[in-house]
């Protein structure tokens, strides 16, 4: 089991800046990449971003520019820092991680909730 735990939510002016986090503990071995979703008010949830165990990272093309994904490895940390938001960008954010086992897993954490006023 993989347990995800996010922080760094809040109510942020657009334009501004917020850096999100999202903590990993237990089985981390066969993770073989990382990222993140959100979900805006009555929309269905969208992919943000993904960070693999090489560091290479992936990014929804609308927010390649003001979105980064990191990885501290040895903390067990996943990073979105998050510049120019915009109202559009409200929503809660949602860590996962993917696990390559018997099969492919996918594990979640609880959300932490972004708010970009105008």
């Known amino acids: 089991q993989v347990q995800l735990v996010e922080s760094g939510g809040g109510l942020v002016q657009t334009g501004g800046s917020l850096r999100l986090s999202c903590a990993a503990s237990?089985?981390?071995?066969?993770?073989?990449?990382m990222g993140w979703f959100r979900q805006a008010p009555g929309k269905d949830r969208e992919w943000v971003a993904l960070?693999?165990?090489?560091?290479?990272?992936t990014y929804l093309d609308s927010l390649k520019g003001r979105f980064i994904i990191s990885r501290d490895n040895v903390r067990n940390m996943v990073y979105l820092q998050m510049n120019d938001v915009k109202p559009d960008d409200t929503g809660a954010y949602y860590c996962y991680a993917r696990e390559s086992a018997s099969r492919i897993n996918f594990y979640w954490g609880q959300g932490t909730q972004v708010t970009v006023s105008s």
């Open positions: 237990g089985r981390l071995l066969n993770i073989i990449d």
């Open positions: 960070i693999d165990r090489d560091n290479r990272s």
